[in-house]
């Protein structure tokens, strides 16, 4: 990857992580809304890392064994939140129009990859 696109890249996961955070330090301690954001966060952060761990673990950032934990955890994370998906996705208030154009968020996703033309619509005729 190019170094200056990297660059940007870890700047701009940097400002969103911090953006995170302070929105995070103003939620009352033990609070539900604290506690989903938190693990935002922490989504946020390991995901970041990803791309890095065998970078990390060379240069003996990170040990191998977290390195080895992280997809792990980010599952568990994803798996933490998924019942909370609605009222994140209206909190970072996204707008409409932009969901409209996603197909995983829309209303039935499976119909923005169906091709009605596709040789599967012919099988058994």
Known sequence: MDPALQAVRAYAARMSAQAILRR???LPEGSPA???????????TLRGLLPY????????YLSADLGERIPSAIDEILTGLLPHIEPLVSAFLVPEEFLGQVPIASDDPLTWFDD??????SLGR
Not at 34 to 44: G, I, K, P
């Open 24 to 26: 995070l330090r103003l």
């Open 34 to 44: 604290r506690a989903l954001l938190t693990d935002v966060h922490r989504l946020h």
């Open 53 to 60: 761990v065998a970078d990390l673990v060379r240069y003996g």
């Open 116 to 121: 009605p033309e596709g040789p599967w619509h």
